[in-house]
């Protein structure tokens, strides 16, 4: 079945650092591809996503290309400031026959910034 | 903004008690979802709900869990006869359509804790 490899966390860096956050994945099919994330006591809320091969989504500094070829879709940051500490989730979307779609989720990648 | 609401946000039962788990998802939204996070593992599909019924559930979902729409507001998961590993954060999702890239809208979670 579908599945989602992300970078074990915790990642600890200090403000104004680059952030990378690797993820990838296997699935039949060309699945959407999204990274979620989840601040302390709320629920996961979308940050980007990529429908498509090749496909750029951006969102608050962050980003992440979608790469058919490597089957990859790594977030990026370019300056990381501390409100960005939360736990990030790379996900795919596979369409149900019966209706909605469904997430496979990575196991999630905890980030703390620190001054 | 909608959100998503759940309650309650922490439960405790002893194991072999029946549990129902609320949620209010966003009014004009069509799909329903839960998911389950035990600790340290990934975030995993439970059910997806649609047109008042089920329209794909996981393995996890078997003959002790339930998914219902009571009202038209709200969208419940029933856990029968609780067991330990039954112990996870719950999160009900909703979305507007089906397609692949259509965002899902996540509440913030009941964690239940199973003795």
């Known amino acids: 079945g579908d599945s989602v490899t992300q970078m074990e966390g915790p990642v600890t860096l200090s403000e104004e650092a680059f952030l990378t956050i690797n993820c990838t994945y296997t699935?039949?099919?060309?699945?959407?591809l999204f990274w979620y994330v989840q601040y302390p006591g709320e629920g996961l809320q979308l940050l980007l996503k990529a429908t498509k091969a090749d496909d750029k989504g951006s969102n608050k500094g962050f980003e992440a290309t979608y790469r058919k070829e490597t089957t990859s879709f790594h977030l990026e940051k370019g300056s990381v400031q501390v409100s960005d500490s939360a736990v990030y989730f790379c996900a795919l979307s596979e369409v149900l026959t019966g209706g909605g779609n469904k997430l496979t989720f990575g196991t999630g990648t905890q980030l703390k910034v620190e001054l | 903004e909608p959100e998503v609401t759940q309650t309650p946000s922490h439960q405790v039962t002893q194991m072999g008690q029946e549990v129902i788990l609320r949620c209010v998802p966003i009014s004009n939204h069509l799909y329903f979802y839960w998911y389950r996070q035990i600790l340290g593992q990934k975030v995993e599909f439970l059910v997806s709900?649609?047109?008042?019924?089920?329209?794909?559930k996981s393995e996890i979902f078997d003959d002790q869990f339930s998914v219902e729409r009571p009202d038209g507001s709200n969208f419940t998961l029933k856990i029968r006869s609780t067991k330990l590993e039954d112990s996870a954060m719950y999160f009900c999702?909703?979305?507007?359509?089906?397609?692949?890239?259509?965002?899902?809208?996540f509440g913030p979670g009941t964690r239940l804790t199973v003795l």
């Open positions: 709900f649609y047109n008042n019924e089920i329209s794909e």
């Open positions: 699935a039949t099919g060309y699945p959407s």
């Open positions: 999702a909703s979305s507007e359509e089906a397609s692949g890239g259509v965002e899902q809208f």
